[in-house]
């Protein structure tokens, strides 16, 4: 089982919907959750952490946290064109020395 | 927010030289970087951990004695791709970690793109 782990897609959401992104997560010691936004050919670059259960919002961006689920999601409202890209999942794994663990990301398209 | 650079962005050499790229933590000190490499349409993978001032933690399958690692200060770490060949172009990416918002949070450089002929 792979320690983080999202659907690749692509997730295809009409524009000014809401895009739902999910992620799961295998060790339950951790503590600390990241998404991140890469855009085709450029870094990731943060959008938001969460370290608590629940809601936490940002603007359009909403991320979501269930530690006894072990599940992060993001929510992005009011889709725009320009939130086109994949979106990375990150964990601060504690077990391998604080070391954030990526998934392999999901590529979301936004259709006009 | 932290801001991570670097140098080149761009880097096209010949078979059998070596390479050197620089990442920078412009407005906070790191103790530890990492060195990513991603090629086209993959994943991210980790290639090594540099820690300020000890020897690198480097992933099994990377080569230790082709991916020199130096992190000689708290805002300066360098991987020199030593004697490199065309299946090592591929876009590099570091990224510093950052515990001043109360979580340690890894902030990405902008990348480097090297292409060996």
């Not at chain 1, 000014?16 to 799961?24: E, K």
């Not at chain 2, 962005?9 to 990513?36: H, N, P």
């Not at chain 2, 480097?58 to 065309?86: C, M, R, W």
Request: hydrophobic letters at 30%.
């Amino acid at each position: 089982q792979k320690e983080v782990e999202q659907n690749s897609g692509p997730l295809s959401v009409p524009e000014g919907a809401i895009a739902s992104l999910n992620c799961t997560y295998s060790d339950r010691g951790s503590q600390s959750f990241f998404w991140y936004r890469q855009y085709s050919g450029k870094s990731p670059e943060l959008i938001m952490f969460i370290y608590s259960n629940g809601d936490k919002e940002d603007g359009r961006f909403t991320a979501q946290l269930n530690k006894a689920s072990q599940y992060v999601s993001l929510l992005i409202r009011d889709s725009q064109p320009s939130d086109s890209a994949t979106y990375l999942c990150a964990v601060n794994i504690y077990s391998s020395a604080s070391k954030i663990i990526f998934g392999s990301g999901t590529r979301l398209s936004i259709r006009p | 927010g932290a801001v991570v650079s670097q140098h080149p962005s761009w880097v096209i050499c010949k078979s059998g030289t070596s390479v050197k790229i620089e990442c920078r933590s412009l407005d906070f000190q790191a103790t530890t970087m990492f060195w990513y490499r991603q090629f086209p349409k993959q994943s991210l993978m980790l290639m090594a951990t540099s820690n300020e001032g000890s020897k690198a933690t480097y992933e099994q399958g990377v080569e230790k004695d082709k991916f020199l690692i130096n992190h000689a200060s708290l805002t300066l770490s360098t991987l020199t791709v030593t004697s490199a060949h065309p299946e090592d172009s591929s876009f590099y990416i570091c990224s510093a970690r950052d515990g001043g918002q109360g979580v340690e949070t890894q902030y990405f450089g902008p990348g480097t793109r090297l292409l060996v002929l």
